[in-house]
Every structure is written in C-alpha cells, then in structure tokens.
C-alpha cells in the first residue's frame, strides 16, 4: 500500500509570498487532515475534510491560510500571505473510517516551510 | 492548562534499558488514547492505541491507560538503538460522528548502544 504522499518536502520563501502544498492520501481514505507542527511542538489539527466537505476548520488561520480537495482525493494548502510565526512542518495525514480516529491516521512526511 | 502534557525530554538511556514515557491529560472527555513515534524530518507512525483503562501489549511495547489518574504510559521493553525517536502521545474523546485528536509535545528518545 503506498503511503501519503506529500510535496515539496522543503520550501523557503520570503514573509509575504505565497506557497502551495500539495497531498495525495492513501487510496480510499475518505478522511484528510493538514497538521501544522511547530519545532518543539505536537501536531496542530488546521482541517479536517470528509471526501470533498470541510469537517472541522476551527483552527485555520482563514484570513491568510486557504484548503480544498477537489474530487475527495487529492488536497492543497495554502498560505498567502506568509509570515515568519508560519514556519513549521505541514503534515498531511488520511484514515480509511469516517471520523474513526481511534484506529489513528497515516501522516505523510511533511513539507518543512521556512518563511525568512 | 494544556489538555495534554508531556515532558519534552530528551531522554538519554543505554541499549537494553526499559523506557517509560508518559503524558497526564485535564480533559476527562478522553477515551481513546495513542502513542506515535516520529523519527526526525519523518511523519508520526502509529504505535499503538488503546480504548478506556488497562494494559496493551505488542512485543517490547505495553501502554497502559489510568483513567481515574488521568495518566497514560507507554513502557519499551529491551529498548534498541533504531527506537531512538520522539515519541507524540495522542486522545480523542468518545463521541459520535467526527472525534477530534489532540496530540502531546512529544518527549525525544535517545538510546546509546
């Protein structure tokens, strides 16, 4: 089975640029999650979407930071504009069951973003 | 108060040694408890997970959930140089429909052949 797949794994961009993080998540899972972990940090839940819906989006910053998932397969994330407070590992994680996260997630590798 | 706490470590111990790791947690909504290990510039892989209070075991790894504590532990039996990570304790409460995880800081393990 593959994994979660995830790029660019690295991205440095200056404050105030945008950028664009891309997902694919094990075929078949209907439920994708972004992550934001800062160094020295847990994973911070961004979004949650079930196929193509938004499930929870409590904590994305919605002024500077945008999601979708077009088709319920692939997502994209992102942020414009950036600041410095943004730079952290984005991690994109999917599960097979609706909301059954006690079986836990599959997280991809991450893109590590640097905003200078 | 953070719902989760866990000491960030690090955490130094020779080949062999038995490891425990912990993480208290305020939410008393918390049933279903996760151990993730994340080897550096790498995504969380889960370990194990466990429903409500008790033991689980899986090879050289047992977690054991107190909930009247609000306690969680995961204990590594004749821990290995290739356990050397960051271990992320995770809770989701029980609820219908979608169940939010929050996840621990992490404590990093290092274990020195």
């Known amino acids: 089975e593959a994994g979660v797949a995830q790029s660019p794994r690295y991205k440095i961009i200056e404050k105030r640029q945008s950028v664009a993080f891309w997902c694919n998540p094990i075929s078949g899972h209907a439920t994708l999650y972004w992550y934001q972990q800062i160094l020295g940090q847990g994973p911070k839940l961004l979004i949650q979407f079930q196929n193509n819906g938004v499930v929870d989006d409590s904590q994305l910053p919605k002024d500077r930071f945008s999601a979708e998932r077009l088709k319920g397969v692939d997502s994209t994330l992102k942020i414009q504009p950036a600041k410095l407070e943004d730079s952290a590992v984005y991690l994109c994680?999917?599960?097979?069951?609706?909301?059954?996260?006690?079986?836990?997630?599959?997280f991809g590798s991450g893109t590590r973003l640097t905003v200078v | 108060q953070k719902e989760v706490e866990q000491d960030p470590g690090p955490l130094s111990v020779p080949e062999g040694a038995i490891v425990s790791l912990n993480c208290t947690y305020s939410n008393s909504a918390f049933q279903y408890f996760m151990w993730y290990r994340q080897y550096s510039r790498k995504g969380p892989e889960l370990l194990m997970y466990?429903?409500?209070?008790g033991n689980k075991e899986d090879g050289r790894f047992t977690a054991q959930v107190d909930k009247s504590s609000k306690y969680i532990s995961l204990f590594i039996r004749d821990s290995q140089p290739s356990d050397s990570a960051t271990y992320l304790c995770?809770?989701?409460?029980?609820?219908?429909?979608?169940?939010?995880?929050?996840f621990g800081i992490g404590t990093k393990l290092q274990v020195i052949p």
């Open positions: 466990t429903y409500s209070s």
């Open positions: 995770a809770m989701s409460p029980l609820r219908g429909g979608y169940q939010k995880v929050t």
């Open positions: 994680a999917s599960s097979l069951d609706r909301g059954r996260t006690n079986y836990g997630y599959t």
